[in-house]
């Protein structure tokens, strides 16, 4: 693995993927949802975080998301696997096209 040297929050990772800032903060809440070392924590502050990933873990979430949209069926498994919060599942749901 290469030094990393820079990271981006999850809210520029959102933006460059054109995904729900939420969602992504939803999925890598889960340490597991991606390889050891991809999601970094930013403290700034007390008691004050931000999510980041390396350009590994952008790539891999990329990809997850990529994979898991193949088909609604498959979106609709993937989001009931990886987002614990149900109101968030339902949003994200809503706005899929069918």
């Known amino acids: 693995m290469a030094t990393v040297t ?3 929050t999850i ?4 933006e460059v ?5 939420e969602l992504l903060q939803a999925i890598v809440s889960n340490d597991d949802n991606l ?3 991809y999601i970094i924590t930013v ?3 007390d008691d004050e975080s931000v999510t980041a990933l390396t350009d590994d873990g952008m790539e891999e979430l990329e990809q997850m998301l990529s994979h898991a949209r193949r088909s609604p069926d498959e979106w609709n498994h993937f ?3 990886f ?3 149900k109101q968030l599942v339902a949003r994200i749901k809503a706005k ?3």
């Not at 993927?17 to 800032?21: A, S, V, W």
């Open 6 to 8: 820079y990271v981006r």
């Open 11 to 14: 809210k520029f990772v959102a």
């Open 17 to 21: 993927l054109e995904e729900d800032p």
């Open 35 to 37: 390889s050891y070392g």
């Open 43 to 45: 403290y700034t502050g």
């Open 79 to 81: 989001l009931d696997s």
């Open 83 to 85: 987002v614990d919060d």
């Open 96 to 98: 899929s096209p069918r």
